[in-house]
């Protein structure tokens, strides 16, 4: 069974980075797109940023050119880099992998911004 694991997340001031990570484990199938998606509380999930198994990217306009999302195929990894980070950013962030036709989600992990 695969599982989806992220990490990364945690407690920063406005204006620091952090670093989230994602991995998929072991399979034998390919991975399409990753992508990183994110629920506020009272809000519904969206879209942060995707990945396709190519390199090409999509961003919410409200991450554009503050977030880099990336990833790393022999890791089964992605990666999402967030610089210039708001109060408003504070959510849950999950992770989502297309694994042979299958979206698999993690568990989430927490970024909360203080201002």
């Known amino acids: 069974q695969v599982q989806v694991v992220e990490s990364g997340g945690g407690l920063v001031q406005a204006g620091g980075s952090l670093r989230l990570s994602c991995a998929a484990s072991a399979t034998i199938f390919r991975i399409n797109d990753m992508g990183w998606y994110r629920q506020a509380p009272g809000k519904q999930r969206e879209l942060v940023a995707v990945i396709s198994s190519g390199g090409v990217t999509n961003y919410a306009d409200f991450v554009k050119g503050r977030f880099t999302i990336s990833r790393d195929d022999a890791k089964n990894t992605v990666y999402l880099q967030m610089n210039s980070l708001k109060p408003e950013d504070t959510a849950v962030y999950y992770c989502?992998?297309?694994?042979?036709?299958?979206?698999?989600w993690g568990q989430g992990t927490q970024v909360t911004v203080s201002s």
């Open positions: 989502n992998a297309e694994i042979n036709f299958i979206n698999y």
